[in-house]
């Protein structure tokens, strides 16, 4: 089942969909699980990357390519060096997407997050859709902005049918498979053992 | 001597300085001595992080500070997870030195690199003094925009009192007196012992 022991090896989980997909959520409840197994962890979310990178840009596709990409810069910058890196992003731009897919290489995991348009716009956490959709706010990502969905993404999440912790559970599993992380049932045997 | 054993800890240089006082020149050895001693290097220098991180910006005092935060962000995530980080990079402005200071707490190394103008402006490595003095480059630091010195560094190198390999070598001196580095007089008497 697993492909390699990269135990101690750096990866970037990206986590790419819709605002209201649920990125969030399960990037929330996997780097609870990952810090509890993995010594390095780091989260890049969009809003702090804003402020901390991205001041400035607005949200055209040339400036939301950027955006992409000085996430993509950072996160190769700590995966390199052994750190596991989740970044939630929309990021609805598939050259972007894929020019941090090739800097990054094999440890770029993409996790397309997706729920249809009107699941996200009932959710409306932040009470964007709304607004969006009135015209309040323009160039919004499903509405009035394109996403190009993940052709072939390492994970395809369907939040409207299943629940976060499910998904979530989904991420970590496939971690294991790669080698990433190491199984739980292989610390409890060598726990066992000593 | 020695302060604390903080070996295997991330730590940030941050050479500041004159365009042509000799920041890049000693970050290269230093780096290179690095790396035969230290396993994670990562080096962020001006024109790495203007391509990567601030395309766009200007040299207005706000945009030259924004710079030096940006590489401050992406230097404290690197050096809180082991990494040793190179920094070059102008940084005229104390107010925006001194906040990735307190970001980055006690493994933030400030290292002035200091030279007379007239003295870069001799070297002119890459001929842009010249043109600074013509006028036809406006807002250069040091000679149409100011240079802020710092007030303490930790370490204070004057460039045109002794050669690159010395700076480069009491820049090693202070990382192993901090703890950083394991003085190569220690990996002797390992080695010996074994």
Redesign the interface.
């Known amino acids: 089942m697993r492909d390699g022991d990269r135990y101690g090896q750096g990866f970037v989980l990206w986590f790419t969909g819709l605002s209201g997909a649920g990125k969030t959520t399960i990037a929330e409840i996997v780097e609870r699980d990952l810090r509890a197994r993995f010594g ?1 962890i ?1 989260v890049l979310d969009g809003d702090i990357v804003r402020t ?2 991205s ?2 840009l607005t949200f055209s596709r040339e400036d939301r390519n ?1 955006n992409v ?2 996430i993509g ?2 996160a190769n ?2 995966s390199r ?3 596991g890196v989740v970044v939630s992003a929309i990021s609805p731009y598939k050259e972007a997407r894929d020019e941090v897919r090739r800097d990054i290489g094999e440890g770029f995991i993409e996790v397309f997050v997706d729920a249809p348009l009107e699941v996200c716009a009932e959710r409306d956490v932040k009470g964007l859709y709304k607004k969006a959709f009135s015209g309040e706010i323009k160039g919004f990502t499903g509405v009035s902005d394109p996403y190009e969905p993940p052709a072939a993404p390492e994970l395809h999440i369907k939040t409207n049918e299943e629940e976060p912790h499910e998904s979530a559970a989904r991420v970590i599993t496939h971690l294991e498979e790669r080698g990433y992380l190491w199984p739980v049932e292989q610390y409890r045997e060598e726990y066992d053992r000593a």
Chains 1, 2 share one sequence.
Request: charged share 25%; aromatic share 6%; net charge positive.
């Open positions: 390095k780091e901390n990178l001041k400035g950027t990409l000085r810069f950072v910058l700590l060096n052994g750190v």
